[in-house]
């Protein structure tokens, strides 16, 4: 059974950092990974991708702030935000998809106060 857990929110101010990770159980080789965020009230949308190969693709929001990576020794892939805002207040999800299935991580708070 394919299992995601992420790690690492929390509380910060704006300008600071935090690091997300997402720990992966049943990954196979060839697949996408990402980082999508919820805010209250809002749709979910794309934070990051990365591919298995490396390619990453970023929302345009988040460019130049936020990075994206992946130790597939490790099946983890990370997120780390610099400078905060508190526009990225929401919850974070770490996703998924291989063999044209899509799974989710149970989501973690991320607050970003001014």
């Known amino acids: 059974q394919v299992q995601l857990v992420e790690s690492g929110g929390g509380l910060v101010q704006a300008g600071g950092s935090l690091r997300l990770s997402c720990a992966v159980r049943r990954i196979l080789r060839f697949n996408v990974m990402g980082w999508y965020r919820q805010a209250s009230g809002k749709q979910r949308e794309l934070v990051a991708s990365?591919?298995?190969?490396?390619?990453?693709n970023y929302a345009d929001s988040v460019k130049g702030r936020f990075t994206i990576s992946r130790d597939n020794a490790k099946n983890m892939v990370f997120l780390q935000m610099n400078r905060l805002k508190p526009e990225d207040t929401a919850v974070y999800y770490c996703h998924l998809v291989q063999n044209l299935m899509n799974y989710w991580g149970q989501g973690t708070q991320v607050t970003v106060s001014s």
């Open positions: 990365i591919i298995s190969g490396g390619s990453t």
